[in-house]
C-alpha cells in the first residue's frame, strides 16, 4: 500500500466553492447517496476512525469537506444526494453546490462513486455516471456494506452493474468494499495511485528499496 494514504489530514469545511483549498493539484470526490457509507470510506481508505464525520442520521454530511494526502493531492467528502427527509430548500442549495462544484473544479481529476450494494444505480447515480461520461472524468465505483450481503449475493451484484454499465466508454471501473470488514481497500488504493499519477513514483519507490 501507498504510504500516503496514511498521512490524510483534514483541511476545512466549506458550504461553497469559496474558502476551498486552491484550485491546484488534484482531487478526488467521493459521491453518492446519503448514507451510502462515503465519509465510513474515507476513513478506512486513510486508516483513520475519525477523519471524516460518519453519521447514523443521513444527510449529515451537506459540505464538501477536503482532506490534504499529500500536498498537491486532496479527496473531497461530498454531500450525500437524495435524502427524502430533508427540506426542498437544502434539496437546491446542494444541487447548486454540486453543479458549481463539479463544473467549476479544475483540480477535479476522478469520481469515486460510492453506492449501498443493496441499492446500486439509484436515480441520481445514473446522473453522476452520465456526467463523468460526458465530461471524461474517470469513475471508480464503490459497491459498499458488502457485508450485509452473503458473498455470493454481493458478487452477482458487482456482476449486474457490470453488465449494466458494460456499454458506456470512458475510464471506469466497479468493486466490491466494505468499511466494516475492510474489505476491498487495496483495489481502491491502486485505483487512486492510478487517478492520482502515483504509479510511476510508486515503481521509482519499489527500485529505489
Ligand atoms: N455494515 C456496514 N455499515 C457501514 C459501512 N459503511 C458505512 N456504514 C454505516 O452507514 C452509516 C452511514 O455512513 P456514512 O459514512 O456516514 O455515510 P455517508 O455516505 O457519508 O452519509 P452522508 O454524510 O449522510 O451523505 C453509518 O451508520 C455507518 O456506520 C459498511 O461498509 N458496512
Ligand atoms: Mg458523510
Redesign the pocket.
Known sequence: MNPIYTQAKFINSSPHLKDTPADEGLEVAFA??????????INTLTRQNAL?R???T????QMLNFFEISPQRRFV?L??YG?AKVPLAVKQKWHELMETYLTHRKSLCAIIL?MDVRHPLTEFDWQMVEWCRHTNLPLHILL?????LTYGAAKNTLLQVQNELKDIHFPLSIQL?????KTGVDEVHKALDHLFNLVNQDQENSREA
Open positions: 453518492g447517496r446519503s448514507n451510502a457509507g462515503k465519509s465510513s470510506a471524516a460518519i453519521s447514523k443521513p444527510g449529515r454530511t467528502d454531500p450525500g435524502y460510492v459498499t456494506k458488502a457485508d450485509k468494499f466494505s468499511s466494516l470488514k
